[in-house]
C-alpha cells in the first residue's frame, strides 16, 4: 500500500530528525532530505506535506542555503519552522534582520484573533496564550502582503504567519522541541488537517516486507556482516538470517578494546541465534598501532582504517560474496547526508569510525541496510517483536573504538586492565540497583592524571577515573543523569577498593552541548 509521506527540507538544525520521529509517531511516514533536494524530485516522491526545518545560517549571508520559489507552486501544503520560516518569508520579499537579542528559550505564543478559524488550521485547538521554546538571532521585520501574521510573542510581533490564499504556514518557535506545550498538536494540525494524510505507515508490515526484499535479492549468493553485538547489528542480523539463513556471515573484530567478557558474551549469543560467525583476535594489532598515539582524532582514524582494513582480509576468505550488509539506522544516515562536504552545515565533531567510508574493494560489494529508514527507538521496538532478549534490546551504545577513547591520552594494556574492571563494576551495580535502564548510558574514563591518597595508612599515586552517566531522547543531546549520592558512593567506594591503579573518582556535570558524551 502506498505510504502517505511528509518531506522533511533540512536547513542543519539540530532538532531537525526530531520533527520526523514526532510525525512517524502518527503513523505517518516521514523523511528528512538535504535542502539542495531538486523540485523534480521532491514531485517523484509524491509528498503529501513539506516542512521547511530550521538552521543555523541567516537568509541574508552569502552562502545561505535557499531552495527555489517554485516549491511555492507544486500545490503541496508547507510549514516552514525558524530558518524555514525566514526563508519563506525572504522569498516573498519580506525583510529579515539580526534582532537585538538572540531569543533563546521559553516564551509565550498568542494567538492572533482571526474572524473565521478555518483560517488558521495551524493552531486549531490550541489555547490562545500558551509555551512555545524559541532558539533565534534573527527577526523578521515585515511580511509581504500576501501573508497574515497568526501569532505573536512579547518580544517577536510576528512569530507564526499563514499565507492568505495557499496552505503555507510558517512559526519562529519550535514546535518539535517538547517544551513546546502544544507542539505535538500544531503537527497532528498540519499533518491531519492541512495536508490530509493518513495514518498509514506501520512497523508490523515492516519486518516481513525487509526479509522478502532480502530473500529475492541475495538469491543464492553470500552476505558478510560487521557484527558489534549492538542492538542494530543484532537486529540487522537477525532479519537478514531469517531470510537466507547462514548463507549470512557474521564477522566480529576483538579490537581489544570492548568491555570484560564481551567477545564470550557475542560468541553465546550468536549461537544460540544460530549465527555463522567469525571472530577475529587483533587485539595485539590494534593496541601497537596505538602505541604513543594521543590525539584523539588520529586514534579514531588510525581504529577506523585497521578495522576496515582487517575486516576486508576476512571477508575475501569467504567465497562468493556479493552483498555487504551494515546495521545503518536513520540517524547514521541523516548524520552522514548532512555532514557531506558539498552541504557542510552542521560542524563535523567526531569522526565516528563505522561512518568513515568504505574502501574500493569493499565498495563493490552491493549493501543491504535493512534498518536505514529507522530510528533507534523504532529498531528497539522491532527487536522486541521478534523477541530478541531485554540485555540486548536495552543495552546502552558502545562506540566503534571502545575503551581507547575512554583512555585520554596514550593507550597501554595495564590502563585497559584497569578501565575493563571498573566499567565492569559500574554496570553490575548499575543492573543491581535497576538504575541502568533509567539511564542512557554509563561509562568511566581514565584520565592521565594522578593524585595522592591514602589506603590502610599508606600513601597511593594513582589515576582519577571520572564517572560519565548521561540522559538522552537521541544522543545529539544529553544531560548529566541526576543519580543519588548513596549510589554515586556506593560506585566509588567499590571501585577505589577493588581497581587497582584508581584512588579517586569524580562525576562528571556537564550537558551535551556544551560537551559530548564521550571525553575523546
Ligand atoms: P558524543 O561523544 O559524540 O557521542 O557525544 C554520541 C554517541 O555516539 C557514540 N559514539 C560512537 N559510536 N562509533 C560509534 O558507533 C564511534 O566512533 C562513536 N563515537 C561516539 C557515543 O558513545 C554516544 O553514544
Not at 539580526?98 to 478559524?117: A, V
Not at 569522526?351 to 530510528?375: A, Q, R, T
Request: proline share 3%; glycine share 6%; with cysteine.
Amino acid at each position: 500500500m502506498k505510504k502517505d509521506l511528509i518531506l522533511i527540507l533540512d536547513f542543519g538544525s539540530q532538532y531537525s530528525h526530531i520533527i520526523a520521529r514526532r510525525i512517524r509517531d502518527f503513523g505517518v511516514y516521514a523523511l528528512l532530505c538535504c535542502y539542495d533536494i531538486s523540485i523534480s524530485h521532491i514531485l517523484s516522491k509524491k509528498p503529501k506535506g513539506i516542512i521547511l526545518s530550521g538552521g543555523p545560517s541567516s537568509v541574508y549571508d552569502n552562502n545561505s542555503p535557499l531552495i527555489s520559489k517554485n516549491i511555492f507552486q507544486l500545490n503541496i501544503p508547507i510549514l516552514g519552522i525558524c530558518y524555514g520560516m525566514q526563508l519563506i518569508s525572504f522569498l516573498f520579499g519580506g525583510k529579515i534582520e539580526k534582532s537585538k537579542y538572540k531569543e533563546y528559550g521559553k516564551s509565550f505564543l498568542i494567538i492572533n484573533h482571526l474572524n473565521n478559524i478555518n483560517k488558521n488550521l495551524l493552531f486549531y485547538g490550541i489555547p490562545k496564550k500558551s509555551i512555545v521554546w524559541m532558539s533565534h538571532f534573527d527577526e523578521i521585520k515585515n511580511i509581504s502582503k500576501e501573508f497574515q501574521i497568526i501569532g505573536h510573542t512579547s518580544s517577536c510581533p510576528i512569530a507564526a504567519f499563514k499565507h492568505k490564499n495557499k496552505d503555507i504556514y510558517a512559526v519562529q518557535f519550535h514546535p518539535e522541541v517538547k517544551n513546546t506545550e502544544f507542539g505535538i498538536s500544531i503537527f497532528k494540525n498540519f499533518v491531519f488537517h492541512i495536508c490530509k494524510c493518513n495514518t498509514n505507515w506501520k512497523l508490523d508490515n515492516f519486518v516481513q516486507n525487509a526479509i522478502d526484499n532480502i530473500k529475492k535479492r541475495v538469491s543464492k549468493k553470500k552476505v558478510i556482516l560487521g557484527f558489534s553485538g549492538g542492538v542494530d547489528s543484532f537486529v540487522t542480523a537477525y532479519i537478514i538470517h531469517k531470510a537466507i539463513g547462514n548463507s549470512l556471515n557474521c564477522i566480529f573484530v576483538d579490537t581489544g578494546f570492548l568491555l570484560e567478557k564481551e567477545k564470550e558474551k557475542v560468541s553465546f549469543l550468536c549461537k544460540k541465534m544460530n549465527f555463522s560467525i567469525r571472530i577475529i583476535d587483533a587485539k595485539n594489532h590494534f593496541l601497537s598501532k596505538l602505541d604513543g598515539i594521543i590525539d584523539p582524532e588520529i586514534k579514531r582514524k588510525i581504529i577506523g582504517k585497521e578495522f576496515i582494513s582487517i575486516f576486508q582480509k576476512e571477508s575475501e576468505k569467504i567465497k562468493d560474496v556479493e552483498f555487504l550488509a551494515q546495521g545503518t539506522i536513520y540517524s547514521d544516515v541523516i548524520e552522514s547526508s548532512i555532514f557531506s562536504k558539498k552541504n557542510r552545515l552542521r560542524e563535523s565533531i567526531k569522526s565516528h569510525h563505522n561512518v568513515g567510508g568504505l574502501p574500493k574493494k569493499l565498495m563493490k560489494l552491493k549493501l543491504i541496510e535493512p534498518l536505514k529508514e529507522l530510528f533507534k527507538d523504532e529498531v528497539r521496538e522491532i527487536g522486541k517483536k521478534l523477541g530478541l532478549p531485554k540485555e540486548i534490546l536495552y543495552r546502552h551504545p558502545f562506540p566503534g573504538p571502545g575503551l581507547s577513547i575512554r583512555i585520554i591520552g596514550e593507550v597501554n594494556e595495564k590502563k585497559i586492565f584497569i578501565l575493563k574492571k571498573a566499567e565492569s563494576i559500574l554496570l553490575q551495580e548499575l543492573k543491581n540497583d535497576n538504575v541502568y535502564n533509567n539511564v542512557s548510558q554509563a561509562f568511566i574514563i581514565l584520565l592521565p592524571v594522578k593524585s595522592v591518597g591514602i589506603m590502610g595508612d599508606k600513601r597511593t599515586y594513582e589515576h582519577v577515573a571520572v564517572l560519565r552517566v548521561t540522559n538522552t531522547e537521541d544522543f545529539m543531546t544529553a544531560t548529566f543523569s541526576h543519580l543519588s549520592y548513596d549510589f554515586l558512593e556506593k560506585i566509588s567506594n567499590r571501585i577505589i577498593n577493588e581497581v587497582d591503579g584508581i584512588n579517586r573518582i569524580v562525576y562528571d556535570i556537564t550537558s551535551k552541548p556544551p560537551s559530548t558524551i564521550e571525553w575523546e
